[in-house]
């Protein structure tokens, strides 16, 4: 849950909570117990070592009077292992029309003594894309030991969205601090997660003097020390939702004497400005904006009496006429005529596109806003621009949704890209919008497998596999990059369990076909089982099915999240090898979760004919697990785990 502060409604408490005072850091001076460090005193494992961080915000204004934002950054790393030596070579990027980054300054303390600091040609500025520009810089003489600091100072004409700080990083942290002085004209709203167990909590008021007038100011000093290392997990979305941070958003300003303006409103009114915007609500709502494009597919949508064919017919039209550019959006750039004119956009242009057509078609439809995946889950209370990063169709067919995110034909209708799927998405009508679900159809695959088994515990191996949604989706995309035929579906897991299987025939059927299942056969020598004495260990199970790090950590501090639910289903006989018999099974089990969402199967079983048959099915129907629900499911994973590592002891009749 996201938790919401009005910073201005308590800052006029002048609260104080003072546990450690700031230390006195001044660039280019070091202490000699900092340059002699060689190891990390909180964890000797870490490549690297933040000393201090400071990001400190101030609201000023710009010589025509006009608020302006002010961050001074001062960072100071100490570098202890090789691996951490890229961490020197800094990259600063920054919007060019609205941004200047200035007072750049850098030093390099190495450890034998002596400092080196960069000059002003060392600092590189080049064009980074269409709006930004970078700044780069590369610390010389960098060695085990060597302490990289740097600083500098970012204007930013908008005051609307300072900058997010984040106080805990993938290096320990001895000192993290957040200092801001704010106007108490301007009211913002805190966005973040956090425990607020700061080692500095300062929340106080002062004033600053603009001209002949004193302006009453908020005054805030939060910093963290001696903070972990943040800790990875698999199966993890937004973990930066989860580590503690400062995220501020402009809600509404007020002078003296003026009335109250509001930055953003509510969400009604926020839909209704953007549907009236060039670059939105006009760009698909005007057939002219993209009558070159509809003029060639009016013929095609004539002779379809259907909505689900015209719906089809539409975002094949749009993925097969137009190539994405690589650019997420959820706005348009360029006229939807130009898009389909040079056969390229990005993700918001293309959508667009698909969004006019189908409106013009007669299908009720309406565009969808979303955050992508690890962008950040959304802020569903206030209506906030700026944290959409694409746009999809929610189109109306049999009194229901479909979701549709144009991009390539091999991904079908109804089955939105894997990084839109963040759960909840923003459904941009102007009448009413409203937030919805992200829901997609389970994914699966089907894996049926015949063993003949030698008794040295090589496996010849044949396999027919059915992958369906995302599945086939992935195999197909795998198919695509392949360079070589051991990186195709199934034997790129194969080999990752067993390195010395050899790929011996395969054959795929309709490989490109978009939006029906992926089926495909394999031939494969596996080293499955191991011979010792009179016995034969065998692991049955060839393709794993959860990553075992899953399991691994007693607790988890994020939530588990699968981006689509899932079912894999593992068939396999095994023909025992002459003269062999069995002499233990793994054990059968079926296992379901509390609320019915995951369940597991694994059936052993000895046919009486020389032969052993396995069946291991996972099934999972919902998409996140909370970090809290974790204690309950980590038995479960941790045996589907071992099932997967699970050993056939045969044994040689005498």
Known sequence: ???????????????????????????????????????CPVDSSAEAYVLYDLLYLRVIQSPEGAPMLNEFRHRRVKLLKPSSFERADVEIIYNRDYEKVTNLKAAIHLPTGGTITLKRSDFIRERY?????????????????????????????????????????????????????????????????????????????????????EVDHALIDWAYADLPAYEYQPYTNNFSDYIPQVRLQLQSVQYPGRPVYKVFSDWKETVSELDGSASFGKAYRNRGNFNRAWKEFEPIVAGLSTDEEKIQAAYNFVAGRISWDGTYTFQ??????????????????????????????????????????????????????????????????????????????????????????????????????????VRVPKSTQTVMAEVDLDDQGMGNVKIQSRMKSYFAIGGRNQLREKEENTEIPLVTDIIEVFPEAELLNHSIKDP??????????????????????????????????????????????????????????????????????????????????????????????????????????????????????????????????????????????K
């Open 1 to 39: 849950m996201i938790r919401l502060l009005l910073f201005v409604a308590i800052l006029c408490l002048s609260f104080t909570l003072n546990a450690q005072e700031s230390p006195n850091v001044k660039l280019g001076k070091i202490s000699k117990e900092d340059r002699q460090m060689m190891v």
């Open 332 to 437: 348009a750039y360029q006229s939807l005529n130009k898009v389909f004119d040079n056969s390229s956009g990005t993700s918001g242009e293309m959508n667009l596109l698909l969004l006019g057509l189908l409106q013009e078609a007669g299908i009720n439809a309406q565009p969808v806003l979303v955050s992508l995946r690890n962008r950040g889950a959304p802020v569903e209370l206030y209506p906030i621009m700026t944290q959409f990063d694409h746009m999809m169709v929610l189109a109306e067919l049999n009194g229901g949704g479909m979701l549709l995110d144009a991009n390539s034909p091999v991904r079908p209708a109804g089955l939105p890209r894997v990084s839109a799927l963040n759960h909840r998405a923003f459904v941009a009508d102007p009448d009413q919008p409203y937030w919805i679900d």
């Open 129 to 213: 894309d269409d709006d930004r520009d970078i700044f780069k810089f590369t610390f010389p003489q960098v060695t085990e030991g060597a302490v990289i600091e740097y600083s500098y100072v970012t204007y930013d004409d908008y005051p609307t969205v300072p900058s997010r700080y984040y106080f805990q990083e993938d290096i320990p942290v001895r000192w993290a601090e957040y200092k801001a002085q704010i106007p108490m004209y301007f009211n913002y709203v805190s966005l973040a997660t956090s425990s607020g167990d700061y080692t500095i909590n300062r929340l106080d008021r002062g004033t600053r003097t603009y001209g002949s007038e």
């Open 512 to 653: 490109e076909v978009a939006g029906g299942p992926l089926e495909m056969d394999v031939e494969m020598k596996v080293p499955m089982g191991q011979s010792l004495d009179d016995f034969l260990y065998v692991q049955p199970v060839l393709i794993p099915v959860l990553d075992k790090e899953l399991a691994e950590v007693e607790q988890r501090i994020y939530p588990v999240d699968f981006a689509y639910p899932w079912q894999q289903r593992y068939i396999t006989t095994i023909n025992l090898p002459e003269g062999y018999a069995v002499e233990e099974l793994p054990e059968s089990i079926r296992m379901r979760s509390e609320d019915g969402t995951m369940s597991c199967t694994f059936a052993a079983s000895d046919n009486g004919q020389n032969a052993v048959s396995i069946n291991f099915t996972v099934d999972v129907a919902r998409t996140v697990y909370e970090a809290r629900e974790y204690p309950i499911l980590r038995d479960m994973f941790r045996r589907i785990i071992d099932m997967q590592a699970s050993t056939i002891v045969l044994k040689r009749a």
